[in-house]
């Protein structure tokens, strides 16, 4: 871990590619012993599929677009400033059913997510991201998948 204070401009960073989309590292367990954070850009018609974190806390703020989250049996339909806590224990879905994409910054507390969307995002570039491997996958980052995944949670667009 790194004591020093941190500073990334745009385009600086660690990133990763999801459903064809970059999600930025802002700041990640080898920074700080309490949260990561990400700036996700979420593609239309992308969803998580309704899952659980046991131990994870999650944060979610709309930059950009608009995603229709679920929250327990709440639907959610979330513009810019809408700003979400999700304690650990609580169902939820995060989508975008939107035409056009979605910018939010998540955090997850404790910190190590990060490396999810690392294993994840390599996943499906070497074409491995079958439903039976990423429940595997989010299994191992204290993710119990609730739903059945949609190919476009876990594929990347091709255009």
């Keep these: 871990m790194n004591p020093q204070p941190i500073i990334r401009r745009p385009g600086e960073g ?15 367990g080898s920074d700080t012993r309490h949260t990561s954070m990400f700036e996700w850009t979420i593609p239309p018609g992308f969803s998580t599929g309704l899952h659980v974190h046991r131990v994870q806390e999650e944060t979610f703020y709309v930059l950009e677009g608009e995603c229709d989250w679920q929250v327990g049996d709440e639907r959610v339909r979330a513009t810019p ?12 879905n995060i989508a975008n059913a939107s035409d056009t994409i979605a910018r939010v910054l998540m955090t997850v507390s404790p910190p190590g997510h990060e490396r999810y969307f690392e294993e994840l995002s390599e996943t499906v570039a070497r074409g491995g991201a079958d439903p039976t491997t990423i429940a595997e996958l989010r299994a191992r980052y204290d993710t119990e998948q609730l739903s059945a995944l949609r190919s476009q949670a876990i594929s990347t667009p091709t255009a």
């Design 81 to 92: 400033g809408t700003y979400l806590f999700l304690p650990p224990g609580v169902p939820h």
């Design 14 to 28: 660690k990133s990763v590619k999801l459903a064809g989309q970059p999600m930025g590292f802002l700041v990640t």
